[in-house]
């Protein structure tokens, strides 16, 4: 799944998209084709890799591979309306039918390294393989990146974004840990997590990627943005008194918790407002006292959607964005 196996992928999907055939049929042929290179020589990212990852699955666990998916990831993240185009030779580089909802709760429990509404989905070593560099430094030979790094300047070079398992690492820290892990897909759908700012993100739509890649970093830049500017009302150059440190978990489903922070005792209001401004869940004015605290809100009479939690002592408003799923 790191690309490095040598498998190579044509251009036309072969079996990949045939749903006639079962996925060992489909990884006994592509495993009967000669390799591109040597094993470990060179990376090439490609769908046949995928494909006998997926197979490599199956014979680990003795189950098939949508069976294996429904009990590990979907059941416990509640992706109900998640499903394969294939029961028999499921694709596993990319036919697979999902909602924005579903997708956000996958998204949140990577986030949270592995973690979702308080189960544990996925161990945290496997989180942590998923996001490490797998490719050894192998010489890069494909990659999509190679066609979006000439067009937009905020990308690092091409040969330098490197792969985990399922993600590319498109920003990394002087420590070498991920920052932005994302996985663009080429009919366009594509998600990204952000371990700086703890925010994720998907864009939703069909369409080829090299054509709509600048609505994708596009997209991503406004998000970075927005979160690091915030909305506070507070003068610049002076210290802020409150401030709203985590909405956890965020996307929520029925309940998620806001710890906030002030330096100074006051009256306190605390609101989810959608995204017209319009208030729809606010909890009684209470005390603020000097320190962090922590609030329970009850997301059930909510629709799912955007909002923004919104804290305010009568001087000073401060708010974060809060998505609500089902």
Same mark, same amino acid.
């Given at each position: 799944f790191?690309h490095?196996?040598g498998?190579?992928?044509?251009r036309?999907?072969g079996?990949?998209?045939d749903?006639?055939?079962?996925l060992? !049929?489909c990884a006994e042929l592509?495993l009967d084709?000669?390799l591109?290179?040597?094993p470990?020589?060179?990376?090439?990212?490609?769908g046949?890799?995928?494909?006998?990852?997926? $197979?490599?699955g199956e014979? !680990?666990?003795g =189950?098939?591979w949508?069976?294996?998916?429904?009990e *590990?990831?979907?059941r416990? /993240?509640?992706?109900?309306?998640?499903t394969?185009?294939?029961?028999? &030779?499921?694709?596993?580089?990319?036919?697979?039918v999902?909602?924005?909802?579903d997708?956000?709760a996958?998204?949140?429990?990577?986030?949270?390294?592995g973690?979702?509404?308080?189960?544990?989905? /996925?161990?945290?070593?496997a989180?942590?393989a998923?996001l490490a560099d797998?490719t050894e430094g192998?010489?890069?030979v494909f990659?999509?990146?190679?066609?979006y790094?000439s067009t937009f300047p905020?990308?690092?070079?091409?040969d330098?974004?490197?792969?985990?398992?399922g993600v590319w690492r498109?920003?990394?820290?002087?420590n070498?840990?991920?920052?932005?892990?994302a996985?663009?897909?080429a009919?366009?759908?594509?998600p990204w997590?952000d371990?700086e700012r703890?925010?994720a993100?998907?864009? /939703?739509?069909d369409?080829? /990627?090299t054509?709509a890649?600048?609505t994708?970093f596009e997209? =991503?830049?406004l !998000?970075?943005?927005?979160?690091? *500017?915030?909305v506070?009302?507070?003068p610049?150059g002076?210290?802020?008194?409150? !401030?709203?440190e985590?909405v956890w978990p &965020?996307p929520? $489903?029925?309940?998620?918790?806001v710890?906030?922070?002030?330096?100074r005792?006051?009256?306190?209001?605390?609101?989810?407002v959608?995204a017209?401004?319009r208030r729809?869940l606010s909890?009684?004015?209470?005390a603020?006292l000097?320190?962090?605290?922590?609030?329970s809100?009850?997301? $059930?009479?909510?629709a799912?959607g955007a909002?923004?939690v919104?804290?305010?002592d009568?001087?000073?408003?401060?708010s974060?964005?809060l998505v609500v799923i $089902?």
């Amino acid at each position: 799944f790191a690309h490095t196996s040598g498998i190579a992928s044509p251009r036309e999907s072969g079996c990949l998209a045939d749903t006639t055939t079962t996925l060992a !049929a489909c990884a006994e042929l592509i495993l009967d084709r000669p390799l591109g290179a040597p094993p470990g020589a060179v990376f090439a990212y490609g769908g046949f890799s995928m494909q006998v990852a997926g $197979r490599v699955g199956e014979i !680990a666990t003795g =189950k098939p591979w949508v069976e294996l998916f429904e009990e *590990r990831i979907a059941r416990p /993240l509640g992706m109900t309306a998640t499903t394969y185009v294939s029961a028999t &030779n499921p694709r596993v580089p990319g036919a697979m039918v999902t909602s924005i909802d579903d997708y956000g709760a996958f998204l949140q429990m990577v986030l949270d390294g592995g973690m979702y509404e308080g189960t544990r989905v /996925l161990a945290t070593d496997a989180v942590d393989a998923m996001l490490a560099d797998q490719t050894e430094g192998a010489p890069v030979v494909f990659s999509p990146y190679q066609r979006y790094v000439s067009t937009f300047p905020v990308l690092p070079p091409a040969d330098s974004i490197r792969y985990g398992s399922g993600v590319w690492r498109e920003q990394v820290a002087a420590n070498g840990s991920v920052l932005d892990a994302a996985s663009p897909g080429a009919s366009g759908t594509s998600p990204w997590i952000d371990t700086e700012r703890r925010i994720a993100g998907i864009l /939703l739509m069909d369409h080829r /990627l090299t054509d709509a890649a600048g609505t994708y970093f596009e997209l =991503k830049r406004l !998000a970075r943005e927005a979160v690091d *500017r915030g909305v506070s009302t507070e003068p610049a150059g002076r210290e802020s008194p409150l !401030a709203i440190e985590a909405v956890w978990p &965020n996307p929520a $489903r029925t309940r998620t918790v806001v710890s906030y922070a002030g330096d100074r005792t006051g009256p306190l209001a605390l609101a989810v407002v959608d995204a017209l401004g319009r208030r729809v869940l606010s909890l009684e004015r209470q005390a603020l006292l000097p320190g962090g605290h922590q609030v329970s809100l009850d997301l $059930r009479g909510l629709a799912p959607g955007a909002y923004r939690v919104v804290l305010s002592d009568g001087r000073q408003t401060t708010s974060q964005p809060l998505v609500v799923i $089902r």
